[in-house]
T-cell receptor, first 114, second 109 residues
Framework: ETGVTQSPTHLIKTRGQQVTLRCSSQSGHNTVSWYQQALGQGPQFIFQYYREEENGRGNFPPRFSGLQFPNYSSELNVNALELDDSALYLC?????????????FGPGTRLTVL | KQEVTQIPAALSVPEGENLVLNCSFTDSAIYNLQWFRQDPGKGLTSLLLIQSSQREQTSGRLNASLDKSSGRSTLYIAASQPGDSATYLCAPSRGQLSFGAGTTVTVRA
């Protein structure tokens, strides 16, 4: 069974640029959730995708957007990067109705905005 | 909005001591609660999942209890080892996980 993978591992961008982060869900999982974790804080929910549709969104501006593909992998896009976007971005996959929706996390992408 | 508080924020114990990590949350209408471990700069490793209908869950040296009506969960780690040093996060869930800042544990050899 393949776990959750994310790419790239690290990324450095400058303010105003755009970035795309990628996540491959665990085999058999149809739901992907994205979280932002600033240094020293707990993760904050960005949004969730279920079967290619957005299925809930946290308190993040529209410049944070996402996609889920037919194979259930997902992308997180952030436009007009700000310094405060520097964080560890985590994705988690799950399969509602199986295992009471336990979420499994990938290793994260560390984004630095200069 | 779900608010999650974990006490203490940090804990340092000698090897072999039992650990008690506390988690409180404000909205008791949850589907389940997960406990995670996070090593510095890494992703989250799921330790235990407690369904809303359960009172506790055990895995090896780990035991977690859930009192949904009072908005509390406790993670017990028996006979701590230096390898248990990490940040522990609890996350009540209604489909999306809500996190506190975690408890950072150091187990001294």
């Amino acid at each position: 069974e393949t776990g959750v993978t994310q790419s790239p591992t690290h990324l450095i961008k400058t303010r105003g640029q755009q970035v795309t982060l990628r996540c491959s869900s665990q085999s058999g999982h149809n739901t992907v959730s994205w979280y932002q974790q600033a240094l020293g804080q707990g993760p904050q929910f960005i949004f969730q995708y279920y079967r290619e549709e957005e299925n809930g969104r946290g308190n993040f501006p529209p410049r944070f957007s996402g996609l889920q593909f037919p194979n259930y992998s997902s992308e997180l896009n952030v436009n007009a990067l700000e310094l405060d976007d520097s964080a560890l971005y985590l994705c988690a996959s799950s399969s509602p109705g199986q295992g009471a929706d336990e979420q499994f996390f990938g290793p994260g992408t560390r984004l630095t905005v200069l | 909005k779900q608010e999650v508080t974990q006490i203490p924020a940090a804990l340092s114990v000698p090897e072999g001591e039992n650990l008690v990590l506390n988690c409180s949350f404000t909205d008791s209408a949850i589907y389940n609660l997960q406990w995670f471990r996070q090593d510095p700069g890494k992703g989250l490793t799921s330790l235990l999942l407690i369904q809303s209908s359960q009172r506790e869950q055990t895995s090896g040296r780990l035991n977690a209890s859930l009192d949904k009506s009072s908005g509390r969960s406790t993670l017990y780690i028996a006979a701590s080892q230096p390898g248990d040093s990490a940040t522990y996060l609890c996350a009540p869930s209604r489909g999306q996980l809500s996190f506190g800042a975690g408890t950072t544990v150091t187990v001294r050899a």
